[in-house]
């Protein structure tokens, strides 16, 4: 798609989503980017590594809640787009503990939008008309399906999980910053991403890295559970055309129409896998003979685990012609060959900071903390 030459600030730049959407922004020559990141646990400069040194990137590690450095990002850059992809996003973490997620995602996007309006107030001309801020948000906002019906743009919000909750609350200032202050905003609220880059807590890499060493892939529950699967990089083109052409005040639900049970992605997850084993032979130690389904281990189910997710992409089909070109096949094809050619990354962001052990497994009693 085209742009002519814009400035981008990119909260959570250095995370999973935002670093793949600074990739097709710098590679394709979209404009120039500024990385705002905190770099928790979840953000690495590893991810961003290729642009360092190009005159049209910068990074600022930092915090979105920082009202007076944010501020000053808007002052120096001049931003035409803001997007916000800076978030805690990881519902088993936040079922462990909310605060991070209560942090940056409601109080961070608070101060983002709210610094985001002055700055706007201050443009003119075709400056502040083409100006906007792009909230990137997500389908478990709407809370859970059942075996049919789809999440559409009017469903109402029940959020179940903290981080669904979290990001509902941050939702709505952006909303109401749109209704109270004209702020010229969008957001867009997308299903399940995987693909390449994607810290290896999410199911996807998790069960990738566990099936190539051999070890147990945890499946919470009976496996059922259904999530509507989007390739990374058909998000980030999504996102592109509703900075082009979405309106103002609106939402755009974003999915990759793939719905499937999580046993069943774990199935052709697999036999991605065995389809690559001359990769994974020439690019690694690890052994190609292996059962992978045997791995499959059903522990307990995630508390309040929603069962099943389905976007309707009707109204980012009609009114911007977006349409996701990866099926899961495709997509996860081009994933499996990313991580297994990227070994070192995925040992470089988990080094000290997670060892892949089950998280937020069990509900919180009186006594802890
Ligand atoms: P991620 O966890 O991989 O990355 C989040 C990034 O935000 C990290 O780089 C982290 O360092 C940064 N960050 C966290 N707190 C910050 C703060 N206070 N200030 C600045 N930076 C901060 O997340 P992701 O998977 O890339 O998700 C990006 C966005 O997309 C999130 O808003 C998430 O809710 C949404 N989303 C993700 C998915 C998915 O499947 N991954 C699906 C739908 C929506
Ligand atoms: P996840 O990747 O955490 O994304 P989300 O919770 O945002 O949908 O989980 C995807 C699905 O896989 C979800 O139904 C929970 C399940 N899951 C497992 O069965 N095992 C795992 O180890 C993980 C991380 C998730």
Redesign the pocket.
């Known amino acids: 798609m085209t742009l002519s030459i814009k400035k981008f600030l990119v ?8 670093g793949n959407f600074v990739a097709k922004v710098l590679s394709e020559e979209i404009g120039k980017v500024l990385v ?5 646990y ?2 690495h400069r590893a991810t961003l590594r290729s642009w360092e040194g190009s005159p049209a990137y910068r990074f600022v590690q ?4 920082d009202r007076q450095l944010v501020q000053q990002l808007f002052q120096e850059f001049q931003p035409n787009y803001i997007v916000n ?6 519902v088993d973490r936040s079922i462990e503990s909310a605060d991070d997620f209560v ?2 995602n409601i109080v ?1 996007t608070y101060v983002l939008v709210d610094e985001a309006l002055s700055y706007w107030q201050g443009l003119s001309g075709d400056e502040a008309r083409s100006f906007r801020f792009h909230h ?4 478990e906002v709407y809370g859970s399906l059942g075996a049919t019906g789809y999440f559409t743009e009017q469903t109402p919000y029940a959020p179940n999980s903290p981080y669904s909750a979290s ?1 509902a609350a941050s939702d709505h200032l952006v909303r109401a910053y749109h209704r109270t202050h004209q702020l010229p905003a969008t957001i867009s609220n ?4 995987y693909g390449s880059y ?2 290896p807590e ?1 199911l996807i890499p998790l069960a990738l890295l566990n099936a190539l060493e051999d070890k147990p892939v945890p499946v919470y529950g009976d496996g059922l559970n259904i999530r509507d699967w989007l390739y990374v990089e058909d998000h980030c083109e999504a996102i592109l055309q509703v900075l082009a052409h979405g309106q103002p005040g609106e939402t755009y639900n974003v999915g990759g129409r793939c719905e499937m049970t999580n046993l069943d992605l774990l199935h052709t997850l697999f036999q991605c896998l065995k389809d690559q084993a001359d990769l994974i032979r020439e690019h690694t130690d690890y052994c190609i003979d292996v059962d992978y389904a045997s791995l499959i281990n059903f522990v307990p189910d995630r508390p309040g685990h929603d069962r099943r997710y389905a976007i309707d992409t009707g109204k980012i089909q009609r009114e911007l012609g977006w349409t996701p070109r990866e099926n899961l096949r495709t997509g996860l094809a081009k994933t499996v060959t990313w991580y297994v050619t990227h070994l070192d990354w995925c040992r470089e962001v988990l080094k000290d900071n997670y060892d892949r052990r089950r998280l937020g497994s069990a509900k919180r009693t009186v006594s802890d903390p």
Do not use: V
């Not at 705002?36 to 928790?40: C, E, F, G, M």
């Not at 997308?190 to 991403?193: E, R």
């Open positions: 909260t959570g730049g250095a995370g999973f989503i935002g705002l990141d905190k770099l928790t979840a953000g930092g915090d979105i809640g992809f800076a978030a805690e996003s990881h942090e940056t961070g990137i948000s997500t389908d990001k997308c299903s399940n991403n994607q810290f999410k």
